[in-house]
């Protein structure tokens, strides 16, 4: 299989999510494991819209632990219900924090976070068994449609966790 990624040359995130769906459907398709499906997602997240940290934290146990991820170092591990990660784990709930340094609690693993959005990865139980998070340099960077397509593309994960 062709592992390449097609992106439209255009700006509008909602095109981009649209041309990335079939592309980590069809590449999530050949029956990956957890783990390796987790990496391909980040890779392709982070090439297409280059944010500044782009990866998973998987559930173990009662905490968080550090998956696959694009950027730079990251915390290693998160308790349930600290910081954004923590919280959308514990609510079970995806999170848009439009200014990290506004949010409780924030975890900073990077002083170049400025907003940041985590989505909870679930079984096809719907339990949560992991969170995507993404941190973007920008104030804001983070809508409900970015919530909506992501929330979509986790999806693609549940038989794999």
Same mark, same amino acid.
């Given at each position: 299989m062709d592992a390449s990624i097609v992106l439209p040359k255009t700006a509008d995130r909602k095109a981009l999510y649209e041309a990335l769906f079939p592309q980590v459907e069809a590449l999530l398709n050949d029956g990956s494991d957890a783990i390796a499906a987790m990496a391909n997602m980040a890779a392709v997240l982070h090439t297409a819209f280059a944010w500044h940290w782009t990866g998973f934290y998987r559930v173990v146990g009662q905490e968080l632990v550090l998956g696959p991820f694009q950027g730079p170092v990251a915390c290693s591990r998160i308790p349930?219900?600290?910081?954004?990660c923590g919280t959308a784990w514990k609510e079970n709930k995806t999170m848009i924090v439009a200014d990290v340094d506004a949010f409780p609690g924030h975890i900073a693993?990077?002083?170049?976070?400025?907003?940041?959005?985590?989505?909870?990865?679930?079984n096809m139980g719907s339990e949560v068994k992991a969170v995507l998070d993404i941190d973007?340099?920008?104030? #804001? %960077?983070?809508?409900? #449609? %970015?919530?909506r397509a992501l929330e979509r593309l986790c999806k693609l994960l549940s038989p794999l966790v």
């Open positions: 349930y219900g600290k910081g954004v693993c990077s002083s170049l976070s400025r907003s940041e959005i985590v989505i909870p990865v679930r973007s340099e920008h104030l #804001n %960077d983070f809508d409900e #449609n %970015d919530g």
